[in-house]
């Protein structure tokens, strides 16, 4: 009787944790998902506000910036007064894009540099 009971729970207790797992799964993979998201947003949203706040202050300004770019950046372009963020994400591809005041224009290497994930040391300034 006893072992009866007891095979019965290893039962109910292997039944919650298939049923459970999937769920978990699941939910971590839309939270990273999310939070990638959320990372390249603000990357591209800290650069374009540092552009603006650089571009105010005058010629011969500069400020540095910290960010974290995520990973899975296909692609970052620079074409006048807006940036784009390609990131793939959620099977697809999304467009991180923001728009300055100031026209831009990209360090040499800023576009093949930026695309690796990790943190970032980004000058920008003003020099026309």
């Known amino acids: 009787m006893k072992g009866q009971v007891s095979f019965e729970y290893i039962i109910l207790i292997g039944v919650i ?3 459970t797992i999937p769920l978990l799964y699941y939910g ?3 939270t990273r998902e999310g939070l990638r998201y959320q990372q390249a947003s603000d990357a ?3 650069i374009a ?3 603006d706040s650089v ?3 005058g010629l011969g300004s500069r400020d540095f910036v910290w960010l974290y770019v995520p990973t899975g950046v296909n ?3 620079v074409v006048d007064n807006t940036l784009t963020m390609n990131l793939s994400i959620l099977g697809g591809y999304s467009d991180f894009t923001a728009i300055t005041q100031a026209n831009l224009t990209p360090a040499i290497n800023f576009t093949q540099d930026i695309v690796k994930s990790g943190t970032h040391k ?3 300034e003003t020099y026309e």
Request: aromatic letters at 4%.
């Open 122 to 124: 980004v000058s920008i």
């Open 17 to 19: 944790l298939v049923a």
């Open 28 to 30: 971590l993979s839309k």
């Open 44 to 46: 591209i949203d800290v």
């Open 49 to 51: 506000k540092t552009a």
């Open 55 to 57: 571009y105010s202050l």
């Open 75 to 77: 692609g970052v372009t």
